[in-house]
C-alpha cells in the first residue's frame, strides 16, 4: 500500500461516490485499435496553419517538424486545412471552421503534394498527424448548399439556419439525412486513404449524434487504426470510439484556483469526479490554453496572472494523467490573442527560456512515472501549494507547485526524504517555494 498521503482525492472520491449519481457505464470500455502506450505517451500540439509561420502553409510547418520533435511533441494537430467560404465570412480571411470542400486543401496553405510530404515527414520522424474534421456545419458557399438543400436543417419557412445564432458564416448540416451521414464519412475516408493521415480532432463533437461518430469510427478503424479526439466531454463519446476528449472541467477549476476564486481541494474534487463519470481508459487533453481560449478568453499569462504562472499551471497539468498539450505560440510565450479571422506571425526565437521549459517538461512524459501514472495527494498542510505523487512503472515522481504570485513556505511529510531534483527547486525537509515555482523530483 502507497504510504502517501491520500486525503484530498480520497476524500473527494468518497464525496462524488456517496452524492453525485454515477453515469459510468457498467460496460469496461478498452480501446483496441490504438496501442495504449502510444496514448499514454502522447504530448500534442495544435497548428494553426495560417498563423503558425509567416508563410503560413504547409511547407513552413515541415521544415519545422524537427525543431517541435526536439522539444518532445509526438503528434500533430492541424486546424482544418480545407478551403475556406467566402459567403457570410468573418474578418479578413473567415473561420476556418467554415469549411467549403471537405476534399480538398486551402489554397493559400500549398497543394495536396505539400500536404502529402508533411505527412510523409512526420511519419519519417515518428510523429502522428491528425487533422480537424467539422461535422456539424459547412460554409454557405459549399456546393452541398446548392446541390443538396435537403441535407441541412431548416427553419419553419424552409429556410437553411446556422446551427447557433452567433454562427453567421456557417449552415448547420441535418444528421437525420442517412445520404449525408454517408457523404460525410466518405470525406473522412478521402484524407485516411489517399494521405495516410492517423486520425481527426472532431469539432463540436457533442452536437454530432454519438451514433454517427460510432459508424464513423468503425469505418475508419477498418482502414486503419485512429487517433480520434473529441472536442467534447461527454462521457458517451468514449462508447463511440473516441479515446481522447477535453479536460475543461480542470482547465477552469486550475483558473480559478490560480486567480484565488478557489481552493487547491477544487482539483481534486475535478478528478475524483472523472474518475467516477469517465471509463478506466478515459484520456483528457491537458491544456492551459488552445484557439478558443486563447481568440474568445485570453493569452495564458493573462489568464494565470504572468508567464511564471503559465509555467506552474502547465508543470501541474501536463503531470496529471492525460495528454499534454501545447498551443503553437504558447511555447514562447506569445502575447497577442489570435483572432481566428486574422493573420499573425509567431516569433519563435523570442522567450528561449520558456522554450527550454517546455523542452524539459514535455521530455519527461517519456519516463515511466509520468505515463499510465496514477497520481496520489501529498498532505503539506499549505494552501497555497499544489503537491501530488505521479506512479507508474514501478517509479514514483514528486511534483510541487506554488500557484500564488508569492513565496510559500512548507514541510514535506516524513514518508518523503531526498527527493532527487529534475526540474526546477530542489526540495529539503523545510522549504520556502518562490512565487509560482515548482519542483519535479524522483523518488
Not at 477535453?246 to 475535478?270: C, I, Q, R, T
Not at 522554450?355 to 495527494?377: C, E, M, P, W
Amino acid at each position: 500500500m502507497n504510504r502517501f498521503f491520500f486525503i484530498a482525492i480520497s476524500s473527494a472520491v468518497l464525496i462524488f461516490s456517496c452524492n453525485a449519481p454515477n453515469t459510468k457505464s457498467e460496460k469496461k470500455m478498452t480501446q483496441t485499435h490504438y496501442k495504449p502506450s502510444s496514448l499514454d505517451q502522447m504530448v500534442m500540439y495544435q497548428v494553426f496553419v495560417r498563423n503558425f509561420s509567416r508563410e503560413g502553409n504547409f511547407k513552413a510547418i515541415t521544415a519545422d517538424l524537427t525543431r517541435l520533435k526536439a522539444m518532445g511533441v509526438n503528434t500533430l494537430w492541424l486546424m482544418p486545412i480545407q478551403p475556406t467560404g467566402v459567403e457570410k465570412r468573418k474578418g479578413t480571411y473567415g473561420s476556418p471552421y467554415a469549411i467549403k470542400d471537405y476534399t480538398d486543401v486551402h489554397p493559400d496553405y500549398g497543394s495536396r503534394e505539400d500536404f502529402k510530404a508533411l505527412v510523409d515527414r512526420c511519419h519519417a520522424l515518428n510523429m502522428n498527424i491528425i487533422i480537424d474534421h467539422v461535422a456539424n456545419h459547412t460554409s454557405w458557399d459549399h456546393k452541398w448548399v446548392t446541390t443538396h438543400p435537403d441535407w441541412f436543417t431548416k427553419d419553419s419557412t424552409g429556410q437553411i439556419i446556422p446551427p447557433v445564432a452567433d454562427w453567421t458564416d456557417v449552415a448547420d448540416l441535418d444528421y437525420e439525412n442517412a445520404e449525408m451521414r454517408k457523404e460525410m464519412i466518405k470525406s473522412m475516408m478521402y484524407w485516411v486513404k489517399e494521405f495516410d493521415i492517423d486520425g481527426y480532432r472532431c469539432d463540436v463533437a457533442e452536437m454530432v449524434p454519438v451514433a454517427f461518430w460510432a459508424e464513423a469510427i468503425d469505418s475508419l478503424n477498418k482502414v486503419k487504426p485512429v487517433i480520434m479526439l473529441a472536442e467534447g466531454a461527454k462521457p458517451d463519446l468514449y462508447e463511440s470510439g473516441f479515446q481522447i476528449t477535453y479536460g475543461w472541467e480542470f482547465y477552469h477549476a486550475l483558473k480559478d484556483v490560480f486567480n484565488n476564486k478557489s481552493p487547491l481541494s477544487k482539483l481534486d474534487s475535478v478528478l475524483a469526479k472523472e474518475k467516477i463519470q469517465y471509463p478506466e481508459t478515459y484520456k483528457h487533453i491537458r491544456f492551459i490554453t488552445n484557439h478558443d481560449e486563447n481568440s474568445w478568453d485570453d493569452i495564458p499569462q493573462n489568464k494565470f496572472i504572468s508567464l511564471d504562472g503559465t509555467k506552474a499551471a502547465f508543470v501541474i497539468s501536463a503531470c496529471l494523467p492525460g495528454v499534454p498539450f501545447v498551443y503553437n505560440g504558447q511555447e514562447v510565450g506569445y502575447d497577442q490573442k489570435i483572432n481566428l479571422f486574422e493573420k499573425y506571425t509567431i516569433d519563435y526565437n523570442q522567450n528561449s527560456d520558456l522554450n527550454q521549459f517546455y523542452t524539459d517538461v514535455l521530455s519527461l512524459k517519456s519516463n515511466g512515472a509520468l505515463y499510465k501514472n496514477a497520481i496520489s495527494r501529498i498532505d503539506i498542510k499549505n494552501k497555497d501549494v499544489y503537491a501530488f505523487v505521479s506512479e507508474g512503472n514501478g517509479q514514483k515522481m514528486l511534483i510541487v507547485v506554488n500557484v500564488r504570485n508569492k513565496p510559500s513556505t512548507f514541510v514535506l511529510p516524513d514518508d518523503i526524504n531526498n527527493p532527487k531534483a529534475l526540474l526546477g527547486t530542489t526540495l529539503h525537509k523545510q522549504n520556502t517555494l518562490p512565487a509560482f515555482a515548482y519542483s519535479i523530483s524522483q523518488l
